[in-house]
């Protein structure tokens, strides 16, 4: 776990222009018309590189933006009483940190990066304008709230009823159908995969130890590998149905 004495590390840069965003179509501002792209872009406060490793904001804490991950894989949990940790999800590019019911009270989670990440950060009062003010980009953010947390519970079920394999199984296959849906690479078997053992135990509620056998199972029947991190699916069609896992689910249909 990240030691939260070690400050975050940013390196701000000339933001991306919303317009020629290469995530845009998965982010919150997925459906702006060009001509309010501009406007939108005015709610930005800064565009960042941030370190792996590092907490972006702790739970208990107040957090002063919301994030919209540009680049790279983080991770938002929570810390139980023993001192592990329950991952929650894994956020990717075009995906949303930071929002919450009450954006005013102290954060319910930590998220850590995974990965060197960009990150485009929004000041929790100007995103709270920005909703009130454009109400197709509050019917998106609650789009992609809807699907993350279909995800989340889907994969409760799997941690409290299934097996190990099970739960490693619906992990895998979320994050391989995810990637390939942001980078459309529909043909290819192997996505990069910064996921340690460790992480994938705090995801799934698993030992690294049991982790590091389950994995070796799984191989051997030939649903996947995992080495160099990268994930290489050898059936994708047996992981899904054997982690129950459905493909469409990673979808976000639009409101309105």
């Not at 519970?153 to 992990?171: D, M, Y």
Request: a neutral charge; aromatic letters at 8%; one cysteine or more.
């Amino acid at each position: 776990m990240a030691d939260f004495k070690n400050k975050l590390i940013r390196i701000e840069h000339n933001p991306t222009r919303c317009s020629e965003c290469s995530v845009r179509r998965l982010s919150l501002f997925h459906g702006v018309s060009e001509e309010e792209l501009a406007w939108t872009a005015e709610y930005r406060e800064h565009q960042s590189t941030v370190q792996a490793r590092k907490e972006i904001y702790r739970e208990g804490q107040l957090n002063e933006c919301m994030y919209t991950v540009y680049n790279g894989w983080l991770a938002t949990y929570k810390t139980l009483e023993n001192g592990r940790r329950q991952i929650l999800r894994i956020a990717l590019p075009g995906d949303m940190l930071g929002f919450q019911p009450n954006l005013e009270a102290p954060m319910t989670h930590t998220a850590m990066s995974v990965t060197d990440a960009v990150l485009c950060a929004f000041p929790v009062p100007d995103m709270q304008e920005l909703l009130r003010k454009n109400l197709s980009v509050a019917k998106r953010l609650q789009e992609m709230n809807a699907r993350d947390m279909n995800i989340c519970h889907s994969r409760l079920l799997t941690i409290g009823q299934h097996s190990a394999t099970e739960r490693i199984a619906f992990l895998c296959a979320e994050l391989f159908f995810r990637i390939k849906l942001i980078y459309n690479e529909k043909e290819k078997n192997e996505i990069f995969f910064p996921l340690s053992q460790e992480d994938i135990g705090d995801a799934t509620g698993l030992t690294k130890i049991h982790v590091n056998r389950t994995l070796k199972t799984m191989r051997e029947k030939g649903l996947l590998e995992i080495s160099s991190r990268r994930l290489k699916v050898l059936d994708p069609q047996a992981l899904c149905e054997l982690g129950n896992f459905d493909p469409a689910m990673i979808q976000t249909y639009r409101l309105y």
